[in-house]
């Protein structure tokens, strides 16, 4: 069976396509990066608005995925060639001289915010409060009670009375939810331009999954450092991140310990103390009641007594010398 001749191209290639499939590579030869983004579901102005954010920084490319192929396979650099695997429909590139990663990162700060439409994933709660709207009565009645809120007229306009959640983190978003937040201008969607693969001439590399969520890298860094926290604490290992931890920890035993002891030694004191009082009171009690005994009426008594031992005395000194003159 003979083999099935390919179709003969009628119409030549227009010269703006071949400029472009020229610029495209000598832009890839002379950067560091390009990265493929998606632009699918981006609005033209939000494009716009984020491009000029961007300007200085990076260049923008869109073009159609022939196009940038044909770019790709006209320059000899070995892993370049793996980039073209990751170029489908919707897509831009994106040149710039600074890291696969750090341009991602930059990608990542210059989003914009965005309606939510039908069967959108809603990236956080989506509360609405209690207050006045800009809404004259009419359909938007029913279609905010739809949601759960509770609303009433307000010189000629709408008043939410009670606020409520309309959808949750994570949920797809109903077609009546999206259409009360268009009316009430609620933004919460995020669009811009999304990273699929990028290829670093330094490292002659191409990096597939380079969408950074810094809040959610944040997040987790948070979580795991805690953790390690947790088990130095646990396994009693000394860095300077848990020896404040240690010495608080030390600090507070020793206080406990220093109540614990020295109440006990407060006790004791106060029993020492009363019973040196009380044994003072029992002195002074003795000593009092000997100078009670001794009387004056007591005192005059052993004087006299003193004087009648004398008189006897010299009596019997007398009797002895009578006697001894008698001899």
Do not use: H, W
């Not at 102005?45 to 300007?55: P, V």
């Not at 170029?87 to 040149?95: E, H, M, P, Q, S």
């Not at 979580?223 to 604490?233: D, H, L, P, T, Y």
């Amino acid at each position: 069976m003979a083999e099935k001749e390919k179709p003969i191209r009628e119409k030549s290639i227009p010269d703006y396509k071949k400029d472009l499939v020229v610029e495209i590579a000598n832009k890839i030869k002379s950067n560091r990066t390009v990265l493929v983004a998606s632009t699918k579901s981006l609005p033209a102005s939000q494009f716009q608005k984020i491009k000029k954010s961007l300007r200085g920084k990076v260049e923008i490319i869109v073009a159609k995925k022939s196009i940038i192929l044909r770019s790709i396979s006209g320059i000899e650099k070995g892993a370049l060639q793996n980039l073209k695997k990751q170029v489908g429909a919707d897509v831009c590139l994106i040149f710039s001289d600074v890291g696969a990663f750090e341009l991602s990162a930059l990608l990542g700060d210059n989003q914009s915010a965005a309606k939510a439409k039908a069967r959108d994933i809603a990236p956080l709660d989506i509360n609405i409060e209690a207050g006045p709207t800009d809404l004259i009565p009419g359909p938007a009645i029913s279609e905010l009670g739809s949601v759960g809120l509770k609303v009433t007229v307000e010189n000629g306009k709408l008043t939410i009375k009670q606020g409520a959640t309309i959808v949750k983190e994570g949920e797809i978003i109903k077609e009546n939810v999206a259409n009360v937040m268009g009316k009430l201008n609620i933004t919460p969607m995020k669009v811009g331009f999304i990273p699929i693969a990028a290829y670093d001439a330094e490292d002659d590399t191409v990096y597939t999954e380079i969408k950074i969520d810094k809040e959610g890298a944040l997040q987790e860094l948070r979580e795991s450092v805690g953790k390690a926290f947790g088990f130095a604490v646990g396994v009693y290992y000394v860095v300077k991140e848990t020896v404040k931890y240690f010495i608080s920890k030390a600090g507070k035993e020793e206080n406990a310990l220093e109540k614990k002891v020295g109440g006990k030694g407060e006790d004791e004191g106060e029993k020492n103390a009363d019973g040196g009082e009380r044994g003072g009171e029992k002195k002074e009690d003795k000593e009092g009641d000997e100078k009670e005994e001794k009387t004056p009426e007591s005192e005059g008594v052993e004087e006299k007594g003193g004087e009648k031992s004398a008189k006897k005395k010299k009596e019997e000194e007398n009797s002895e010398e009578s006697k001894e003159k008698e001899k």
